[in-house]
């Protein structure tokens, strides 16, 4: 199966590079000591091939891309993604223009994992406008349907994004931010099997009766309830960015995020490593983030970044429960300290990448008390045939 996916995605990868525009090929190799991100790490690496190729046609452009990644401890965890799509341009003057596009997914895990697999529809709509020669004004809005395997993941998800920058002569940039999201579970629970921790049969790592998902036990159980569930989130951002001559950049940014109406259908929200996991995405949480980053330009021209996060998440809906699989009666908090280094490097064709990131998660559930390090490298190879206008 791994060779026919590489095959197809070499084969789709030189066949449209023939009369693409630009097209893109890259190669991560990623490891970690925690790829489940709990406090039974579960170490693994991960190598991820991709792939991007588009065709434009004046103001549309038709594109495809694909992502291959391997897990080599966890090798039924291993997916493909791919996607296809087509956007549009429309220039509404010399300071504003419209940007709409069209997008299928599909995502497509191993036997163990086939409740992730999925089918996505989007659309996507994007307005920017210079309100003067330092200001930009950007509003954005998507809708996202989501098909999946195990039905009670389906969801439809609105987002409405609007954005104000502000530069300075003084190599300042000002930035606000607002967010608004409802994301509807069609049908969270059916009169069919839903999972749940198995409090009888609770352990870390072993086999049992359950389905597991990450090292934590799970049991089957029937709850009779047909009708959708929604989540509504809005969020504030703020950023402040300085130049420093011409080499050296600092920024500063903070987030607060709020459920205004709604909870996770969930028992059981967890977190991977590069892997996506339905149970958890922006719409799980609601708390702050805080955070800076020092971005180097040092010799041959090789960019280097430095960043710092701090974030506070509550999960509504979601419970703490002991390591003996009792209920705790509070809901799960995460208070989450992160560093992250990384280095870039550009040819005309292709980027170097290097990244190393350390994360001390504290939690309310002692399941979620963890520490990981994360390391990636990997190389993009670019080529563009054409410019669009």
């Known amino acids: 199966m791994k060779k026919f996916i590489l095959y197809t995605i070499f084969m789709l990868f030189l066949g449209s590079s023939l009369t693409a525009d630009s097209f893109s090929l890259s190669f991560f190799q990623n490891m970690t000591n925690n790829l489940f991100q709990n406090r039974y790490a579960e170490p693994d690496q991960v190598t991820s091939l991709s792939f991007y190729v588009d065709k434009n046609l004046s103001r549309l452009s038709l594109f495809s891309q694909g992502n291959y990644s391997y897990l080599f401890e966890n090798p039924n965890l291993t997916y493909y993604i791919h996607d296809i799509g087509l956007d549009y341009l429309h220039p509404i003057n010399e300071k504003t223009a419209l940007y709409f596009s069209l997008a299928g997914r599909g995502a497509f895990y191993r036997s163990d994992y086939s409740d992730f697999n999925y089918y996505s529809f989007g659309f996507f709509s994007a307005l920017k406008t210079y309100l003067s020669q330092t200001s930009i004004f950007k509003l954005n809005y998507s809708l996202e349907y989501k098909n999946y395997k195990y039905s009670p993941f389906d969801s439809i998800t609105h987002s409405l994004f609007a954005s104000l920058d502000k530069y300075f002569q003084t190599k300042t940039t000002l930035k606000a931010e607002m967010t608004w999201g409802y994301k509807f579970f069609l049908h969270p629970y059916l009169t069919q099997e839903i999972i749940q921790p198995d409090e009888s049969q609770f352990s870390y ?175 993009e190879w670019n080529i563009n045939y054409g410019e669009r206008k």
Do not use: C
């Not at 047909?226 to 969020?235: L, R």
């Not at 974030?311 to 419970?319: L, S, V, Y």
């Open 205 to 379: 790592g072993g086999k049992g009766k359950g389905k597991q998902y990450g090292w934590r036990q799970y049991q089957s159980i029937t709850q009779i309830k047909s009708e959708g569930e929604g989540i509504q989130v809005f969020s504030l951002t703020g950023l402040i960015a300085q130049g420093l001559g011409n080499k050296v950049g600092l920024r500063f940014s903070g987030m607060k995020q709020m459920t205004l109406s709604g909870k996770n259908p969930f028992t059981f929200i967890e977190e991977y490593y590069t892997v996506e996991n339905p149970s958890y995405d922006g719409f799980s949480w609601a708390g702050y983030e805080l955070g800076t980053l020092l971005t180097l330009m040092l010799p041959w021209n090789i960019q280097l970044k430095m960043g710092y996060t701090m974030a506070n998440k509550e999960f509504p809906g979601i419970e703490s429960m002991s390591l003996d699989g009792n209920s705790l009666d509070i809901t799960r908090k995460d208070e989450r300290k992160q560093f992250e280094v990384g280095a870039e490097k550009n040819f005309p064709r292709f980027s170097l990448f290097l990244s190393y990131l350390y994360i001390n998660n504290h939690s309310s559930d002692p399941f979620f008390e963890w520490k990981g390090h994360f390391f990636s490298a990997g190389i």
